[in-house]
Structures are given as structure tokens and as C-alpha cells.
């Protein structure tokens, strides 16, 4: 089993930048590919970006090129570095983990809320 846990969340004005990690602890960081996820008030949660064990990544069209996922094996930590807030940004944001050969993702985190004001 694995457990995450989110920090880096908080108030922002529009325009501006957060960087949010998520520390992975239990099993091997190394043995997940991981990912983050969003839910705003109302809305189904939806997914933000993803990064494989490999280092490949991918980001939803809502978040690509203001975005930036990435992980640090050296410390277990998965970061998404977000620029140029909008307020449509504003949400919990979550991190999880995927087993390999699996087609979903199975450990989630508590969340951390952004919001982005106007």
C-alpha cells in the first residue's frame, strides 16, 4: 500500500503561479506511475496530468502549456508545478498512484485546495 500526501495548495490571484507536491510514502515510489486530478465544487473529478515510471508525461488540453508535472525519485515526491492561473483552475486538487498494467488509479490522497481569485 502506498499513501500520499498533498501540500502546496492556497489562495492565488489570476495570472499567478503554485507548485503543489505530493509525498509518497509505503511502497516504492518507483513502482507507481502517478498522476494528478482535480474536482471542482459541483463538477466530477477530473484528470489534470500524468507521469509514467519512464518519465513520460501528459496533460488535459484544459492545463497543457500553463501545467507542468514531474517527480523526484530522490525524495518520493510528485510535484505540478501550475503558472498562469485562471479562476476555472480553482478546485481540490488530488494526487494518485497506478499500479503498472492497470488501467485506472488506485491510491488517492486527501486533496488540496486551490482557488484562484478573479
Known amino acids: 500500500q502506498v499513501q500520499l500526501v498533498e501540500s502546496g495548495g492556497g489562495l492565488v490571484q489570476a495570472g499567478g503561479s503554485l507548485r503543489l507536491s505530493c509525498a509518497v510514502s509505503g511502497r516504492t515510489f518507483d513502482k507507481y506511475h502517478m498522476g494528478w486530478f482535480r474536482q471542482a465544487s459541483g463538477k466530477e473529478r477530473e484528470f489534470v496530468a500524468g507521469i509514467t515510471i519512464g518519465g513520460s508525461t501528459i496533460h488535459a488540453d484544459s492545463v497543457k502549456d500553463r501545467f507542468t508535472i514531474s517527480r523526484d525519485f530522490a525524495v518520493n515526491t510528485l510535484y505540478l508545478q501550475m503558472n498562469s492561473l485562471k479562476p476555472e483552475d480553482t478546485a481540490v486538487y488530488y494526487c494518485?498512484?497506478?499500479?503498472?498494467?492497470?488501467?485506472?488509479?488506485?491510491?488517492y490522497g486527501q486533496g488540496t485546495q486551490v482557488t484562484v481569485s478573479s
Open positions: 494518485a498512484a497506478q499500479e503498472p498494467a492497470t488501467y485506472e488509479y488506485q491510491y
